[in-house]
């Protein structure tokens, strides 16, 4: 079972390096970031001893505009099953729809949903 936690809020570099503050050393984690960094990308600046493999989506809500990118783009991670997973969304607004998507039948056994990191 692969964890899923939400990054919520703040700025791209504020959700990244929330991010990298809660990736644990012995697992194998990825992050799903909406946008692209604004500046210096915090996770890519993480210590080669951290596992995290990290995919790009264009900005959209993932239950809304930006929904099949994200659905084909983690059912690629999920393939190479990650033991945390971090979904960065620019905005909350919609966090309880994506909760919903990530709770449908095709993921129930696969993933168990984490506790959110909130960026100011």
């Known amino acids: ?5 939400l990054v919520l809020g ?6 990244e390096s929330a991010i990298a503050s809660a990736i644990a050393g012995n697992q194998r984690c990825a992050a799903i970031i909406e946008g692209l960094p604004s500046g210096i990308a915090a996770l890519d600046q993480l210590p080669p001893e951290l596992t995290l493999e990290v995919a790009r989506v264009a900005p959209g809500c993932p239950c809304c505009s930006g929904n099949l990118t994200v659905r084909v783009t983690l059912n690629r991670l999920l393939k190479r099953a990650p033991q945390q997973l ?3 969304l ?5 966090r309880d729809s994506v909760l919903v998507f990530l709770q449908e039948p095709q993921y129930r056994d696969r993933l168990v ?3 959110d990191i909130r960026c100011e």
């Open 10 to 15: 703040g700025t791209p570099h504020a959700r």
């Open 113 to 115: 949903i984490g506790p």
């Open 90 to 94: 620019m905005d909350a607004t919609h």
């Open 86 to 88: 971090f979904l960065s």
């Open 1 to 5: 079972m692969t964890v899923v936690s």
